[in-house]
């Protein structure tokens, strides 16, 4: 439990003390890979609690979701439209419904012990 | 959680940690772009170049100082380090200094004899606009009417009286002493200078008066060390 999040503040603290930065231009696209990054890395807590994780199917869609989010963005900015609106929308609700199940089963277990 | 489980989420996280990070440093620090077109690189480079002669001198100067502090013993030492000290309160502005110069006297347009003389006054801005003005011309030492004007000099307006060095300025008129290497062109700068229209706006008139011996007195106030720290030699 505690490893991942020790992970994110590894992360966190490579990042922040590289001063590693990326052109403005491709912001948007980080930011939409960062949403995409969020809702698998959610839908495998998710997964994990409902006892259907796979290893597999985590890591996979993991850098697919990320790739395909921001190819998205990249065919958007060509096509002139908002295609990353799409991937925002999509991702935003899947993350919402992901917390919500991870809300309720948590919830269900807490209740259990009680 | 198996820790095989683990394992990759943890790996997950450290890759959208590190994300979050670029994310974050990507836009707290929008890279600026250079925007400056071929004039502006001149001037910049003219600058530039003008900063590096200064300092090019600055490093002669203090070279040389070094070079005598090596080669002088004991008490020679003494006289170099009192020559430097005396050199150093030169530049703080706390001798008094003659030398060739400019006296400029800002007195009322009209004849004051039909208005009152309070009536005119010199705002804190228009003399602070003035005083850089002056340094643009080539000013090495500026004296608002007897008030020696150094680095730190307030300049301000308390209860409608102008205060310099926190010393009330007498009500106009009154001379601004200033000593120049070539008072000639600096007296023909500030015939044409922007203060001088400023200053007509306000019904003064400032006129320019070549002098051989300008003498400016010192700056007798402590100055104010309150900030100020030592800097480290590797820093």
Request: proline share 3%; glycine share 6%.
């Amino acid at each position: 439990m505690w490893l991942p999040i020790l992970g994110l503040i590894i992360g966190l603290f490579i990042g922040l003390f590289t001063h590693y930065s990326i052109p403005e231009v491709y912001a948007n696209y980080l930011s939409i890979a960062l949403l995409a990054a969020f809702d698998t890395l959610l839908g495998g807590v998710r997964a994990q609690l409902q006892d259907t994780y796979d290893n597999f199917v985590f890591v996979t869609g993991f850098f697919f979701n990320i790739a395909l989010a921001a190819v998205l963005a990249f065919l958007g900015v060509h096509l002139g439209v908002d295609l990353y609106l799409a991937a925002v929308f999509a991702f935003g609700v899947r993350l919402f419904n992901n917390i919500a199940i991870i809300r309720r089963v948590m919830l269900a277990k807490w209740k259990k012990k009680a | 959680m198996k820790k095989r489980h683990a394992l990759t989420m943890t790996l997950v996280t450290l890759i959208i940690g590190f994300m979050l990070a670029i994310q974050f440093e990507t836009t707290r620090n929008p890279q600026k772009r250079d925007t400056r077109d071929i004039w502006q690189l001149q001037e910049d480079l003219a600058k530039e170049e003008k900063r590096h002669i200064e300092l090019n001198n600055e490093f002669k100067e203090t070279s040389q100082l070094l070079q005598k502090y090596k080669t002088e013993q004991g008490n020679q030492k003494i006289m170099a380090m009192k020559e430097a000290l005396k050199e150093l309160k030169e530049k703080a502005g706390v001798t008094e200094k003659t030398g060739q110069g400019v006296i400029l006297h800002i007195r009322p347009m009209v004849d004051t004899s039909l208005i009152e003389e309070s009536y005119y006054s010199v705002s804190a801005i228009l003399l602070r606009r003035l005083i850089n003005e002056l340094n643009q011309y080539g000013a090495s030492e500026i004296a608002v009417s007897g008030e020696r004007i150094i680095n730190t000099t307030p300049i301000r307006v308390v209860q409608k009286k102008l205060f310099v060095n926190d010393h009330m300025i007498s009500d106009v008129p009154f001379n601004i002493h200033v000593l120049t290497p070539r008072p000639k062109d600096f007296a023909k700068r500030v015939d044409v200078s922007q203060s001088g229209e400023d200053l007509a706006r306000e019904g003064l008139v400032i006129t320019a008066e070549v002098k051989k011996l300008v003498k400016l007195p010192a700056y007798t106030p402590n100055i104010g060390l309150n900030y100020l720290h030592t800097v480290k030699e590797d820093s």
